[in-house]
């Protein structure tokens, strides 16, 4: 290699350096999540990961019956959409609350993501598998057995459990994401589903369905998971504390009369009607809190449940190993 | 090389090879420092994994996960080559068409320039509905990205033969066919090719868009099922190595289209230097 | 059997309202070389195409005589200024060319074509492609291509103009002989005096503004040899031409 040749790949090294160096510390200097005070209390934000729905039904009541002030912090609730990358943004700490699934915590937990969950909508999953009420299958099991087309987001838990659960499955899995005009028109014979969305969507066009419940045949992971970042939460436990009492009343009210609030919530969302959401609130309601829930129990978690959980996903290969300990995976704040 | 009368159509494998290290060399170094230098900075600045993988963490996925990397890149390579082709087919004789007539062409040629804004991401769910799920979709989504530039490139190519030569087909009394055939389309092969050279690797964006909306998952899933579902979950050294198989496969298909046209073009044209 | 090329009061009047041609009048004998020459802008190149049929006259009339009357265009060929070969194929199979337009078999049309090209000298450039080839070279190719397809009458717009006047020489001996051998009727366009007087039968002096002919000279020399144009006889004609052609545009110079 002659000399100009060499001095320009030095050159070329050096200023590859420096600008891969800057691109980096612009990535990785992310304005950290402080409390800052505003004239309402300390300022908090919650990420969704989906559109405002009755899966958030406590969120907004909670707003909208001024408890959030009450407890003296200002909460903000930022809508999210397909693919909104919400506990990511907890973890880099653009916000301090997102909403998360199990699974998506504990992943990103893997990856130094450093999540802890403070409160659970659901204690029973929502998840299912919707078909059609005259399709032939009388169990989840049954459809996983048939060389049937089920509509499944890629990449979640319950595939791989569902084919361990049954080895001798045929079924042909297709990406979700088209919207459900392939399960109306019967390309698509099974739906992943929200047991609040989906077919309530259905029921609300005249096209009766059924629904499997995952939970019902073993996969009953917490649901819409409201996460922080743990080093944030060891300094703001109080705020943290405050959020989560004024979730639980917000959700307490709302399971009692859904109608009065999904109003205001069908406004932040006019894809879905408040009929709409009316019906879906009621399909949530044992979901969210199983009768026998007491009021200052809505949104705990239990070790156990976690521990099923997290040795079930190790199990399915999704996480490579359990997180050091079970306690600091969730936090319940004291009543 | 010699300028004797060669008869030999194909170039001997020892100066194909010269050649594509040639090409392939400088290109390499530069990847292999830019990675370097990567390596280095994720070494030293220690961003959490999820938003930054380091390129060993990748090679790392890349080698636990080689048996489902490779099967999916055979599956989506198959989709963008079958697409590629077709759309080397359809974009040629398209072309052709709309060179022959200036009505065919002030009609259609706004229109195709029309469907090449609308983005695919948009039409990729009207795609399953027409051809449904499966490899048929990602065809059609990689045939769909690639007709454009290899049309533009024969129209363009064959509105720019030299009319001196039209005239000389003109006076020796040569049909239309015989024009298209013997001068149009020789003529426009340079063109030709860079536009397929283009086409290469837009066919395997299109095919993966594809597979984003209408594959089927499985044991064996291709490069767009693998993706989506390493992004959820939250295995970015998996995304960057599956993006990375696909960038090799592109590369890959370009590579062949670059060598074909080098071995049709080398002996008469300046563009195959 | 053509007899006589009849150029009858022919004109070219373009669009725009430009006379490139007007009212040119003269003839051509079946199997003669007539050689129109003339600066740019005199209409030779138009009268040329207006012959061969590549163009039609906006006056007057370009007819073919036969023995028993007018006759349709002739088998034509050309050769124009450009060698225009195609680049992709070999100086055979350009050569080829017309015949494979024309339907002719493999076998014999690669026959034919080897023959011409050897006849022009390009027997050993068979394989060659246009690219590896001189300029001269690429125009006896030409030539040659012209000449496969056997033509009645064969029309040469300025072929030598790109090509030394060494090599050049040598065309135009080529371009003679072949025209002897073959028996065909050639108008050959220039801007050559010298070319033109050494080459042709017929002279015709060509001036522009409006593109018109201003004199017809039949020189015969003796013998037509390379040494030709170093002889008085030779020169005397050429500054005759010369002359004839400077009268006529004396009316030119402001």
Redesign the interface.
């Known amino acids: 290699m002659n000399i100009d040749r060499r001095k320009l790949?030095i050159g070329?090294?050096l200023v590859?350096?420096v600008v891969?160096?800057l691109i980096?510390?612009y990535?990785?200097n992310r304005p950290n999540a402080g409390v800052a005070n505003t004239a309402s209390g300390e300022r908090v934000r919650i990420q969704l990961n989906w559109v405002p729905e009755p899966e958030f039904g406590g969120f907004y009541a909670a707003l909208q019956d001024g408890l959030y002030a009450q407890e003296g912090i200002d909460v903000e609730i930022i809508k999210g959409a397909a693919g909104t990358p919400a506990p990511?943004m907890a973890?880099?700490g653009q916000v301090e609350f997102a909403i998360a699934s199990a699974?998506?915590m504990l992943?990103?937990n893997?990856?130094?993501?450093?999540l802890t969950a403070v409160f659970s909508v659901f204690e029973t999953s929502p998840m299912g598998i919707m078909v059609k009420a005259d399709a032939p299958w009388t169990s989840l099991e049954e459809l996983w057995k048939s060389d049937a087309?089920v509509a499944?987001?890629?990449?979640?838990p319950y595939?791989k459990y569902l084919s361990k659960k049954v080895p001798d499955s045929k079924v042909?899995?297709?990406?979700t994401?088209?919207?459900l005009?392939?399960f109306e028109r019967g390309?698509v014979q099974g739906q992943q589903c929200f047991v609040t969305a989906e077919p309530v969507q259905m029921e609300l066009k005249k096209v009766p369905v059924r629904v499997f419940s995952l939970a019902a045949s073993g996969y009953d992971p917490y649901a819409v998971l409201v996460v922080t970042k743990a080093s944030w939460l060891a300094e703001h436990r109080e705020v943290a504390a405050k959020l989560v009492r004024a979730l639980r009343e917000g959700w307490t009210r709302y399971l009692a009369d859904p109608a009065k609030y999904n109003v205001e919530i069908s406004k932040l969302n006019p894809a879905m009607s408040v009929e709409a959401m009316n019906i879906a609130a009621e399909k949530q309601r044992d979901l969210v809190a199983p009768p026998g829930t007491g009021a200052h129990e809505i949104g705990s978690m239990s070790s156990e449940r976690w521990t099923t959980l997290v040795a079930q996903l190790q199990e399915l290969g999704?996480i490579s190993k359990q997180p050091a300990s079970i306690d600091a995976v969730f936090w319940n704040a004291p009543k | 090389m010699s300028?004797s009368?060669s008869?030999r159509a194909v170039p001997p494998v020892s100066s194909v090879v010269m050649r594509a290290a040639q090409a392939v060399i400088p290109s390499l170094?530069?990847v292999l420092?830019?990675l370097a230098?990567?390596q280095?900075?994720?070494s030293?600045?220690a961003?959490?994994?999820?938003?930054?993988p380091a390129p060993l963490a990748v090679v790392h996925a890349m080698i636990q996960s080689r048996q489902a990397l490779l099967a999916a890149a055979w599956m989506t390579g198959s989709s963008a080559v079958l697409g590629f082709l077709m759309a080397a087919v359809i974009g040629v004789t398209l072309g052709s068409m709309l060179a022959a007539s200036k009505f065919l062409m002030r009609g259609l040629y706004p229109i195709a320039t029309l469907l090449q804004m609308v983005p695919l991401v948009a039409i990729?769910?009207l795609l399953?509905?027409w051809c449904?799920?499966g490899a048929r979709t990602s065809i059609a989504s990689a045939v769909i990205v690639s007709v454009f530039p290899v049309l533009a490139a024969t129209l363009d190519g064959m509105r720019s033969t030299?009319l001196?030569?039209v005239?000389?087909?003109?006076?020796?009394?040569?049909s239309r066919l015989?024009r298209w055939w013997?001068?149009e389309l020789?003529w426009a092969?340079p063109s030709i090719v860079t536009g397929l050279r283009i086409a290469a690797g837009l066919s395997v964006i299109g095919a993966i868009v594809g597979e984003?909306?209408?594959?089927?998952?499985?044991d064996q899933?291709p490069v767009g099922?693998l993706i989506?579902?390493?992004?959820?979950?939250?295995?970015?050294d998996l995304v960057f190595a599956a993006v990375s198989v696909a960038a090799l496969v592109g590369f890959a298909l370009f590579g062949v289209v670059s060598l074909v046209g080098w071995i049709l073009l080398r002996?008469?044209?300046a563009s195959a230097g | 059997m053509l007899q006589r090329i009849e150029i009858s009061q022919v004109g070219r009047v373009y669009d725009d309202g430009f006379v490139a041609l007007s009212g040119a009048s003269f003839d051509i004998r079946a199997g003669s070389m007539t050689v129109l020459v003339g600066p740019s802008g005199c209409g030779k190149t138009t009268l040329l195409r207006l012959i061969?049929g590549?163009d039609s006259p906006t006056s007057g009339r370009v007819i073919f005589h036969g023995a028993a009357g007018a006759l349709q265009q002739p088998r034509?060929?050309?050769a124009?200024q450009?060698a225009?070969l195609?680049?992709?194929r070999?100086v055979l199979a350009n050569v080829a060319?017309?015949l494979?337009?024309?339907g002719v078999a493999p076998a014999e049309r690669i026959e034919r074509a080897t023959a011409m090209l050897t006849r022009v000298g390009l027997g050993s450039a068979?394989?060659?492609?246009?690219?590896?080839l001189s300029g001269g070279m690429r125009m006896r190719a030409s030539i040659a291509r012209a000449l496969v397809t056997a033509p009645q009458l064969l029309l040469l717009d300025e072929p030598f103009g790109a090509v030394d006047e060494i090599s050049r020489h040598a065309l135009d001996d080529l371009l003679r002989s072949l025209w002897a051998e073959l028996a065909m009727t050639v108008v050959m366009v220039t801007h050559s005096i010298v070319e033109a007087t050494y080459v042709a039968e017929q002279v015709v002096v060509m001036a522009p503004a409006p593109g018109r002919i201003v004199a017809q000279f039949t020189p015969s020399f003796a013998h037509h040899s390379p040494s030709l144009r170093a002889t008085p006889e030779f020169a005397a004609v050429t500054a005759e031409v010369l002359r004839s052609l400077g009268e006529a545009m004396v009316g030119e110079q402001r």
């Open positions: 790949l070329f090294i590859d350096a891969v160096s980096l510390l990535v990785l990511q973890s880099s699974d998506q992943t990103l893997e990856k130094g993501g450093d087309t499944v987001e890629a990449g979640l595939l042909r899995i297709v990406p994401g088209a919207g005009a392939g390309a999704t | 300028r009368d008869k170094t530069v420092v830019l230098v990567w280095g900075a994720v030293l600045f961003p959490s994994e999820f938003l930054v990729a769910p399953v509905v449904g799920y030299d001196g030569l005239e000389l087909f003109a006076v020796n009394r040569a015989q013997k001068l020789p092969i984003f909306v209408g594959a089927f998952a499985g899933s099922i989506v579902s390493a992004i959820r979950e939250n295995r970015t002996r008469w044209h | 061969g590549l034509t060929a050309f124009f450009e225009r195609l680049p992709w070999t060319l017309p494979e337009l024309a068979t394989r060659k492609l246009p690219g590896q």
